[in-house]
């Protein structure tokens, strides 16, 4: 696991992401899919951590593929209201086990306790390093720049057509991970002024309905979370629903 940030030391750039100030009433199954679900935009994730200890209540760590996908999310995601709590974003104190056994610098715990401070100078080198390392670009649609929704393509590789039902106060949201909580939603659309709640259908996994106070509200959200990516594979497709 990686370590947190203490103190106002300069942390290097690195795959791991450190995060507090989370909301500690959340389940931390629900929280773990929340996280992935918003930081997925910016690149494929490793892993998610975060444990029920004390000591780590109100924390969790996001691990990258590369670098840059965990600056941009550092960026462009500090302060994000998630949960009713801004978050507070910071660069891992040390390289995650899971980057460390990709790269071979990997140490057990035990030894790496005895030989702590022989190997400081080696790890601050490899964190070095790793920093300056190449990565893949980031997922381009930063959160609330996604493309026009006539360009969103379906999986099938088909252009989503206009969407039928005039403008109102209600949104249909389409091809969201079967896992998709209401609390996930939730939490990605109360940030837009006139939410009021979100819909699922049990039997028909995938699908919301998303209701807001008027429809220029609605339609701010959209244009806004048009394209959010909670996966990879599941870019959101938001239409107004048909009365």
Known sequence: MAEAVTGGTEIPPNMTIYINNLNEKIK?????????????????ILDV???????????AWVIFKD????TNALRQMQDFPFYDKPMRIQYAKSKSDIIAKADGTFVPR???????????????????????????PAYPGAYGA??????????????????????????????LPHDSTPMMLQMLFLQ??????????ETKPGIAF?????????????QALQGFKLT????????????
Do not use: C, W
């Not at 670098?67 to 965990?70: E, L, M, P």
């Open 49 to 59: 951590l975060a444990f029920k200890t004390l000591k780590h209540k109100g924390q």
């Open 192 to 201: 837009y002024p006139g939410f009021k709640e979100v819909r699922m259908v």
């Open 110 to 136: 035990e030894k790496r306790k005895r030989h702590d401070e022989k190997g400081k100078k080696r790890k601050d080198q490899n964190d070095a390093n790793l920093a300056t390392a190449g990565g893949n």
């Open 67 to 70: 670098v840059q996908s965990a």
């Open 232 to 243: 990879p594979q599941n870019p959101m497709l938001i239409t107004y629903a048909k009365k």
């Open 210 to 222: 998303v209701e807001y106070a008027d429809e220029m509200q609605s339609t701010v959200a959209m």
């Open 28 to 44: 931390l199954d629900e929280l773990k899919k929340s996280l992935r679900a918003v930081f997925s935009q910016f690149g494929e």
């Open 146 to 175: 996604a493309p026009p929704l006539s360009q969103i393509p379906y999986p099938g590789g088909q252009k989503l057509p206009e969407a039928p039902a005039p403008p109102n106060n209600i949104l249909f949201v389409q091809n």
